[in-house]
């Protein structure tokens, strides 16, 4: 069983939005912080934003205000709502888990991953 699946990925254009899910398992949604990182061709991977267990969310600089981070319980599934997309946003983004109350942005630091899903934005 995967443990982090992601889904939601695609192409759009700048202004744009679209919304990545990541189903995860009951174990680990309940007790891991989790998390979407991202990464560029060349670039390294990158934390976007976190959540933890008790709902205390993070974001990047680069998305503040433009990306929403949540979680829905009933579904052990996390989500990231991207609005005003740009070009620069165009990544494959990837969902994580990391045990422990605190998240941070440390990719070394997570421990379960999900395959990925390509954003791609086009100005």
């Known amino acids: 069983q995967v443990p982090l699946v992601e889904s939601g990925g695609g192409s759009v254009q700048a202004g744009g939005s679209l919304r990545l899910s990541c189903a995860a398992s009951?174990?680990?949604?309940?007790?891991?912080?989790m998390g979407w990182f991202r990464q560029a061709p060349g670039n390294k991977r990158e934390g976007v934003a976190t959540?933890?267990?008790?709902?205390?969310?993070d974001y990047a600089g680069s998305v503040q205000g433009r990306f929403t981070i949540s979680r829905d319980a009933a579904k052990s599934t996390l989500y990231l709502q991207m609005n005003s997309l740009k070009p620069e946003d165009t990544a494959v983004y990837y969902c994580?888990?990391?045990?422990?109350?605190?998240?941070?942005?440390?990719?070394?630091?997570?421990?379960?991953w999900g395959q990925g899903t390509q954003v791609t934005v086009s100005s």
């Open positions: 959540m933890s267990t008790a709902g205390a969310s």
């Open positions: 009951e174990y680990i949604y309940s007790r891991y912080c």
């Open positions: 994580a888990a990391r045990s422990g109350g605190y998240c941070g942005f440390n990719p070394a630091l997570f421990n379960t």
